[in-house]
């Protein structure tokens, strides 16, 4: 799993210098999809692993809980691209839970320490 370890609550994500890849990205979006066995395990604090995905023929970005399931997608937001590209690079990203409930998580996406 990509992103850091998830799981950790009460500290806000870190934002890098400028590294002058363009991979320093610092995102907040709804996650699209959300799976309620797993949001009800997730707390307004939390980290999740960002991880690349591969789904019939598709690309795209999951963020999951400390125990590997995931929560919900990230999809349909200005950055998305960008975002799949540094996945595709291995940068590892996290995304620390700003709210949450069964059917809603909304997340800050940021570029870890490497």
């Known amino acids: ?19 002058g890849d363009g991979c320093d990205l610092h995102l907040t979006v709804d996650l699209v999809g959300v799976r309620r066995e797993a949001a009800d395990r997730v707390r307004a604090g939390d980290d999740l692993g960002v991880d690349l995905v591969h789904e019939g023929g598709a690309v795209g970005a999951v963020c999951r809980n400390d125990e590997g399931a995931v929560v919900g997608a990230l999809a349909a937001f200005p950055g998305l691209t960008r975002l799949l590209d540094c996945l595709a690079r291995e940068v590892s990203f996290v995304a620390h839970v700003e709210e949450v409930s069964s059917t809603r998580c909304v997340v800050t996406v940021s570029r870890t320490d490497p």
């Open 1 to 19: 799993m990509s992103g850091g370890p998830p799981g950790r609550r009460g500290r806000a994500p870190r934002r890098l210098q400028r590294s």
